[in-house]
T-cell receptor
Framework: DGGITQSPKYLFRKEGQNVTLSCEQN?????MYWYRQDPGQGLRLIYY???????QKGDIAEGYSVSREKKESFPLTVTSAQKNPTAFYLC????????????????FGPGTRLTVL | RKEVEQDPGPFNVPEGATVAFNCTYS??????FFWYRQDCRKEPKLLMS???SGNEDGRFTAQLNRASQYISLLIRDSKLSDSATYLC???????????FGTGTKLQVIP
C-alpha cells in the first residue's frame, strides 16, 4: 500500500534533549512538508522540501532542522533550542507543483505526538 | 487579515440536517482550494478539491466564489459520522504557499 508513515506515534523526551521524528513516503511525491499543530489551533508550516537535497524554512522553523537525502525520507529534528516543543507533528507530501489541483493535494502521515517533560 | 479564515464553530446540528461552512481567503492569486476533514487527535484527510465550476461528491458539495474570495462546503443529510473538524486549504502557487484555516468544528447530534 502506498502512503506516508511517521514514527513513533508517541514520543516522550526530557527537556534539553534533541529528538528526531521520522517521515517516509512511497508515493513518489516530490514535495514533503512538516507541520506542527497545537490544541485548538491550525497547522503551522515548519519546513518544506521540493526536491532531494533542498529544503526551505516555513513560518516557524526556529529550533527545528531537517534533511532530504532521499526522495522518500524527510526527518525532522526538534532541537533543545525549540522553546515549546510539545505538540502534534504532521508530515505531508504532494506530487509536485502546477496549477492543477491534483498536483497540490497533500497527503498526511498519522502524526507524532511529542511530549517534553 | 488572516490569509485563510474560518468560523471555528462549533456547529451543532441534528442528524439529517443540512449544514454549510464558508472559508474566506485574502490572496486573489490563489489557485487551488481544498476541504480536509480532521477527526480528533488524527491527521487531516482530503475530503475534496474545490473546482471553479463547483463539484459534488455524494452528500458533499463544494463551491468556489472567486469574486468574493470564498469557498464553501455544504453537507446534506448529516450523519453522526460527519462529526469532525473541517479544514479549508488554499494554495497560492508554488510549494510553500499552502495555507490551512484553523478549522470549523461540526458536531452532529442524534
Amino acid at each position: 500500500d502506498g502512503g506516508i508513515t511517521q514514527s513513533p506515534k508517541y514520543l516522550f523526551r526530557k527537556e534539553g534533549q534533541n529528538v528526531t521524528l521520522s517521515c517516509e513516503q512511497n508515493l513518489n511525491h516530490d514535495a514533503m512538508y512538516w507541520y506542527r499543530q497545537d490544541p485548538g489551533q491550525g497547522l503551522r508550516l515548519i519546513y518544506y522540501s521540493q526536491i532531494v537535497n533542498d529544503f526551505q524554512k516555513g513560518d516557524i522553523a526556529e529550533g527545528y532542522s531537517v534533511s532530504r537525502e532521499k526522495k522518500e525520507s524527510f526527518p525532522l529534528t526538534v532541537t533543545s533550542a525549540q522553546k515549546n516543543p510539545t505538540a502534534f507533528y504532521l508530515c505531508a507530501s504532494k506530487p509536485g507543483t502546477s496549477g492543477r489541483a491534483s498536483y497540490n493535494e497533500q497527503f498526511f502521515g498519522p502524526g507524532t505526538r511529542l511530549t517534553v517533560l | 487579515r488572516k490569509e485563510v479564515e474560518q468560523d471555528p464553530g462549533p456547529f451543532n446540528v441534528p442528524e439529517g440536517a443540512t449544514v454549510a461552512f464558508n472559508c474566506t481567503y485574502s490572496n486573489s492569486a490563489s489557485q487551488s482550494f481544498f476541504w480536509y476533514r480532521q477527526d480528533c487527535r488524527k491527521e487531516p484527510k482530503l475530503l475534496m478539491s474545490v473546482y471553479s465550476s463547483g463539484n459534488e461528491d455524494g452528500r458533499f458539495t463544494a463551491q468556489l466564489n472567486r469574486a468574493s474570495q470564498y469557498i464553501s462546503l455544504l453537507i446534506r443529510d448529516s450523519k453522526l459520522s460527519d462529526s469532525a473538524t473541517y479544514l479549508c486549504v488554499v494554495n497560492s502557487g508554488g510549494y510553500q504557499k499552502v495555507t490551512f484555516g484553523t478549522g470549523t468544528k461540526l458536531q452532529v447530534i442524534p
